[in-house]
């Protein structure tokens, strides 16, 4: 029994030491795609959707020199709700997940999802009211509980959200 409890517990250890160094290998890929932003492609593309009008979309994509596309991102709005989303790739895949939005009423949310192998590996939500002063860099991270109530769910939902994203960005240059 008690190499049992040894076993899961190192196990654990293990895991999230894998996750941390995970996160520092993402924040890494995000500071090279940041920082050579300007050495990239900028393409951008709007989206219509004949069906529905709310659902037109200008994104802002960036390809490297074999036209792989690393970062793309775009807004929405509607009435008072609006949202600004960063997507981050590497080889291809979502690495990087940034949002940021506001409610009517002036409440604003930032979100971080980091993504492994196509999977939500560590989903953080910073959450500020309108009558908080404070800038967004003194208020803590949290953990998104919303998304880890079922973290394989919110990962399907996650990347297809992206995938549509990235057809629609693809699908938009070709008409253009």
């Known amino acids: 029994m008690l190499i049992i409890i040894i076993f899961i517990g190192n196990l654990s250890v293990y895991s999230q030491e894998t996750i941390e160094n995970q996160i520092k290998e993402i ?10 932003i300007n050495n990239y492609q900028k393409k951008e593309a709007f989206y219509t959707n004949d069906q529905a009008y ?60 980091y993504f492994w192998d196509d999977k939500i590996i560590k989903a953080l939500i910073k959450e500020k009211n ?31 959200g992206v995938e549509q994203d990235r057809t629609q960005f693809f699908s938009a240059l070709k008409k253009e």
């Open 27 to 36: 924040r890494k890929d995000y500071v090279e795609i940041t920082s050579n």
């Open 54 to 113: 709310w659902m037109n979309t200008a994104y802002t994509g960036y390809l490297n020199d074999v036209n792989k596309l690393v970062y793309l991102t775009y807004e929405y709005g509607e009435e008072g709700y609006g949202a600004t989303i960063h997507y981050y790739f590497k080889n291809k895949k979502i690495i990087f997940m940034f949002i940021e939005s506001i409610d009517p009423d002036g409440n604003k949310t930032q979100e971080r999802i």
């Open 130 to 160: 309108n009558a908080d002063k404070r800038p967004f860099s003194e208020i803590s991270n949290k953990k998104n509980e919303e998304l880890w109530q079922d973290i394989d769910q919110s990962s399907k939902i996650k990347l297809s």
